[in-house]
């Protein structure tokens, strides 16, 4: 089966994960038009509709850093101990730059692109990172299946604490979301 990475207005076919890898890898070299190297690619079987591509890969080496997504169950990849942080990339070249959160940004980048290769290996969500939902609970209630009680103040001071956490902390409870 062919595969397709899109990426700012151009594609390229691979039938390889290391056609897909190598591509990923050179193009970490490039600048866009805003100077930087950060670039957003879709991954997905050649000729589907691209809103359907279930692979977003989000590069940026000037961070060092990279996002993961599985599209269709909204999850993020995650290396366990890489310290998340906020990435710029170029999805489209006639926009500016998108800011990624920390929260999303949890991979290296040859981590990344290993991801990138599975996929077009297997056809099937990588399974070389740890997979969390991207949706977020913000009901203490809900997180502790109603065994704690909460008042609102409560509440909203776990959330701004939850908000303040260090990757390395995130990294200790990514088990208990992980899929």
Known sequence: MSYEIQYDISSVH??????AEGFLRNTQSIRNNWGTRGMTFWLGPAGADPDDF????DLDPDADAAAIRWIPENLVGVVPGFESRPIRVLEDSSEPLVDIPAN???????TA????ARYIETGERPDLVQWMSTERTDSINEISGGRLPTTPE???QLRARIDDLGSREMAELAPLGCR
Do not use: H, K, M, Q
């Open 14 to 19: 691979v039938a390889t994960g290391d056609e």
């Open 54 to 57: 279930p692979l977003r890969i």
């Open 104 to 110: 999303l940004v949890r991979s290296d980048l040859e």
């Open 113 to 116: 692109r290993n991801a990138a």
């Open 154 to 156: 409560l509440e909203a």
